[in-house]
């Protein structure tokens, strides 16, 4: 089974400040990783996601997260953040070895950019 | 290419009634999920098709049942509608049941009264 935590529920930062988005997982296997947005009424979309190799990852829109396989952790990171990032991130996590399509999400955590 | 679309965006059931949901695949995907996402929290995996055969299910009851089509469109049907039952159902769709990540539609908003 697998299980993934997001650390913070809510994340307020005013524009052009750093940002932390913390997720930790369980897993008894091998996982991928991912983070996606959702933006109000909207599907998901997916920012960026870990499968192998270097453990820093980058978006296209100037966001990171970096797998921790000791610490079992994929925080997502944006040295600095725009209004247009306000959104909802979630944390999911699939399986390396079967199935990787079924994926395991966090409960979420909403970024509040403030002006 | 096409993105996964789904029908509709919006829907009220009355409890205890049925109610079918839509999505069509992005081209070139075989693999599709569905997820729930009630208010607040997280997607829940329901269950997954691959070549039109179930391929993986979450922990919801039967009554939840799904098909794929050859075109590899979806539906998902939910019998004996409850008040919980109320949520945003997501479509996911896939290149294949290896393929990590997904593409996902915008949703489809179900109020059960």
């Known amino acids: 089974a697998q299980s993934v935590t997001q650390l913070d529920s809510q994340v307020p930062v005013f524009e052009e400040a750093p940002v932390e988005l913390r997720c930790n997982y369980s897993?008894?296997?091998?996982?991928?990783l991912f983070w996606y947005v959702q933006y109000p009424n909207q599907g998901l979309q997916l920012l960026l996601k870990?499968?192998?190799?270097?453990?820093l990852v980058e978006s296209i829109n100037g966001f990171e997260a970096e797998f921790n396989k000791s610490q079992t952790s994929f925080h997502l990171r944006k040295p600095s953040v725009h209004i247009s990032d306000t959104a909802e991130y979630f944390c999911?996590?699939?399986?390396?070895?079967?199935?990787?399509?079924?994926?395991?999400f966090g409960d979420g955590t909403t970024l509040t950019v403030k002006p | 290419e096409t993105g996964v679309t789904q029908s509709p965006t919006h829907l009220i059931k009355t409890r205890g009634q049925q109610v079918t949901l839509r999505c069509s695949s992005q081209?070139?995907?075989?693999?599709v999920s569905w997820y729930q996402q009630a208010l607040g929290q997280g997607p829940q995996f329901i269950f997954q098709?691959?070549?039109?055969?179930?391929?993986g299910r979450g922990n919801f009851p039967p009554r939840f049942s799904g098909l794929q089509f050859p075109n590899y469109s979806s539906e998902l049907n939910v019998n004996a509608l409850e008040l919980d039952d109320s949520a945003l159902y997501l479509c996911?769709?896939?290149?294949?049941?290896?393929?990590?990540?997904?593409?996902f539609g915008q949703g489809t908003r179900l109020t059960v009264v």
């Open positions: 098709y691959y070549r039109e055969e179930e391929n």
């Open positions: 897993s008894s296997v091998s996982v991928y």
């Open positions: 081209s070139g995907h075989n693999t």
């Open positions: 999911a996590v699939s399986s390396a070895n079967t199935n990787a399509g079924k994926s395991t």
């Open positions: 996911a769709s896939s290149l294949d049941q290896y393929s990590p990540g997904a593409f």
């Open positions: 870990y499968l192998s190799g270097s453990t």
